[in-house]
């Protein structure tokens, strides 16, 4: 599995993909900490799944995309922009990926695309995340060029804790 980066697929994400988004995120949620739902607790349906699907995909400044190895969905990326009219150039992204495949490259190869369809897009101007502050992408974020911004306190409590957010923006 080491050149799996090779043989994975980075696609935009379709309404034929809601159900197994779903399924993806009921169990990917049990891998990681980082999620701010537990294992088989996502809270869209297939429905209101193929509605966000449908709803990113007609907006001009957001993109959702699936990683697909042997055709299992094993990651994605979803990206939305701001919507009003002096803050479209702002999009916000959240990133995963099934914890057998972490440091495998796949999440660079997610940025990296991500990163240069927001170049493309002459509309976006700024990229931006809010990342557990114990989350070891961190230093993957910084790597593809994010700089830390700022933190959002109490931005989780899970197992009786508070953690904080670092926030993080790349400017075009």
Not at 21 to 40: A, I, L, P
Not at 96 to 114: A, D, H, Q
Request: net charge positive; aromatic share 12%.
């Amino acid at each position: 599995m080491k050149n799996i980066k090779d043989k994975i697929i980075i696609r935009k994400a379709n309404i034929q993909d809601a159900k197994k988004m779903v399924d993806y995120f009921n169990k990917v949620s049990g891998e990681s900490e980082f999620f701010t739902f537990r294992e088989g607790e996502y809270y869209k349906s297939v429905k209101e799944e193929k509605e966000m699907i449908r709803k990113i995909n007609m907006e001009s400044n957001s993109l959702y995309l699936v990683v697909e190895y042997q055709d299992e969905i094993i990651g994605n990326l979803i990206l939305k922009g701001e919507r009003g009219p002096f803050i479209r150039h702002s999009v916000e992204f959240g990133i995963s990926i099934c914890k057998r495949l972490w440091n495998k490259g796949i999440g660079n190869e997610l940025l990296t695309y991500m990163i240069k369809w927001c170049k493309d897009n002459k509309e976006i101007k700024k990229i931006n995340l809010a990342v557990r502050e114990d989350n070891h992408a961190i230093k993957l974020y910084e790597k593809v060029g994010f700089k830390k911004e700022g933190v959002r306190k109490k931005y989780m409590y899970r197992f009786n804790k508070f953690y904080d957010a670092v926030l993080m923006g790349m400017d075009l």
